[in-house]
């Protein structure tokens, strides 16, 4: 898990609700992503950000928003408008964009009640 | 589309033996390949990365291979442990990550 956490580890909310996931890295990484896993599916891209005040869409975007104000954070928020939102979340990190590793945090599992 | 088709979906092995795990890839440009340990609830580590001149990597019992040519890649590992049940994750670097479904591993005593 190195240097990111998430918090909480679980998180229950009812459907309609927004709820917003933490994600917090001291690696002095500029590049933050935001993942989301179902069970028998690969990793999808939701949000990912390169440089503070600056993010971009990924392959699932819809429903959810994301802001980073500092290097250190990358807050994701779940929004009544995401249809399916009981998932595993991951965020993860790296020194740069492109080919670097990325390193992933311990994740949050939110399920809607 | 990039795609990364792992195989294996799942397998069982018993503890002390040695298995292989599959990754095929069609993606390109291609820049690396990674191999993640994801134990369950947890988020994924990293144990392996090639990039296009590499063709083995090894980090303790765990060795990848990689064919460019043929766009495969292989996790073996060696005297499984207990510890060692996890899902295995292929990622293929194109610029951006393209992400395999994982290859389920159990090992029992």
């Known amino acids: 898990d190195g240097g990111i956490t998430q918090s909480p580890k679980y998180l229950f909310r009812k459907e309609g609700q927004n709820v917003t996931l933490s994600c917090e890295q001291n690696l002095n990484h500029d590049a933050m992503y935001w993942y989301r896993q179902d069970p028998g599916q690969g990793l999808r891209l939701i949000y990912y950000?390169?440089?503070?005040?600056?993010?971009q869409k990924g392959d699932i975007a819809e429903g959810y928003s994301v802001s980073r104000e500092k290097k250190e954070s990358f807050p994701l928020t779940v929004t009544s408008a995401q249809k399916n939102p009981t998932a595993f979340y991951l965020c993860?990190?790296?020194?740069?964009?492109?080919?670097?590793?990325?390193?992933f945090g311990p994740g949050t599992r939110l399920t809607v009640l | 589309k990039n795609q990364v088709e792992q195989s294996p979906q799942s397998l069982i092995i018993l503890e002390g033996k040695n298995c292989t795990l599959q990754c095929n890839y069609t993606v390109s440009p291609f820049s690396n390949l990674r191999w993640y340990k994801q134990d369950t609830g947890r988020g994924p580590v990293s144990l392996t990365i090639m990039t296009f001149s590499e063709n083995t990597k090894s980090n303790g019992r765990y060795t990848a291979t990689l064919d460019a040519d043929t766009k495969q890649s292989s996790l073996h590992i060696t005297a499984s442990q207990l510890s060692d049940s996890a899902s295995y994750i292929c990622v293929v670097s194109a610029g951006r990550l393209a992400f395999g479904k994982g290859n389920q591993v159990v090992v029992i005593p």
């Open positions: 950000s390169q440089i503070v005040n600056d993010f």
């Open positions: 993860a990190s790296s020194i740069g964009g492109g080919p670097d590793t990325q390193y």
